[in-house]
């Protein structure tokens, strides 16, 4: 599928691959892409089309659909928790800056604050862009399908980090979430059925059906707010395909 390139306003522009989707935000001074793209290889490039500003890289996390141009970043800005994922997971090299809970990105005019929302991966952060009231949540927060299996993903840290996006929304810190996949924009709403969802799994009151991705089998439990790809319970097979 080709790009799309959606214009939010005059300062933000969304990429979308089809199946993923990366951000780039402008300020004053600087410029900021939010994850590189899956198929994208030059993302940088397609940044340089709308701002002449300098121009930095965050990565939601690292996983391989997110870092598509990442080597054509000198550096770019990863929470530590996820570098095991980005360096060995993915065998990928470059150079990271840590960032961690609470730090902020000045953009000029723009700040945009971290806040670390592990349980997809164990470094997924969320971004928020606190003047637009805005938050770039990575893969946690969406309709569609969101993967929780492998050694990478933990149910109890998701539930965790979901609630804690409830109180932030609560708190009146945004109003609008934007994904990396499933439907974009999204309402705050849909966080407190996600963590529901979620803790339904946990306590083993879901029905799961039996499937496979890239070849592994798991479980895949259609909630209704989304559906999740969980680890199969040990001693069962599972043959379907999704």
Not at 141 to 152: A, K, P, S
Not at 191 to 197: F, G, H, N, V
Request: charged residues 20%.
């Amino acid at each position: 599928m080709a790009l799309q390139i959606t214009q939010i306003d005059n300062s933000t522009w969304i990429f979308d691959e089809g199946g993923v989707r990366f951000f780039l935000l402008t300020g004053q001074t600087r410029a900021l892409l939010i994850d590189s793209g899956m198929q994208t290889r030059e993302a940088d490039r397609l940044a340089r089309e709308f701002t002449a500003l300098p121009l930095s890289l965050i990565n939601t996390h690292a996983d391989p659909d997110h870092i598509g141009s990442n080597r054509r970043f000198s550096r770019f800005y990863l929470s530590p928790a996820e570098c095991s994922n980005y360096y060995n997971s993915q065998g990928r090299s470059g150079v990271t800056d840590p960032v961690r809970e609470g730090d902020t990105l000045d953009l000029g005019g723009r700040l945009i604050r971290v806040y670390e929302i592990p349980g997809h991966t164990p470094g997924s952060i969320a971004l928020l862009d606190e003047a637009n009231r805005r938050i770039f949540t990575g893969d946690p927060v969406q309709d569609g399908r969101i993967f929780m299996f492998g050694i990478q993903r933990e149910m109890h840290a998701y539930v965790q980090s979901v609630r804690r996006l409830m109180a932030l929304a609560a708190a009146g810190a945004f109003d609008l979430i934007y994904p990396s996949h499933g439907s974009c924009p999204l309402s705050p709403a849909i966080l407190a059925p996600l963590a529901e969802a979620a803790e339904t799994i946990l306590a083993g009151r879901a029905n799961g059906t039996p499937a496979q991705v890239f070849g592994k089998p798991i479980v895949a439990y259609d909630m209704g707010v989304a559906t999740f790809l969980c680890d199969k319970p040990k001693g069962e097979n599972h043959e379907t395909s999704v």
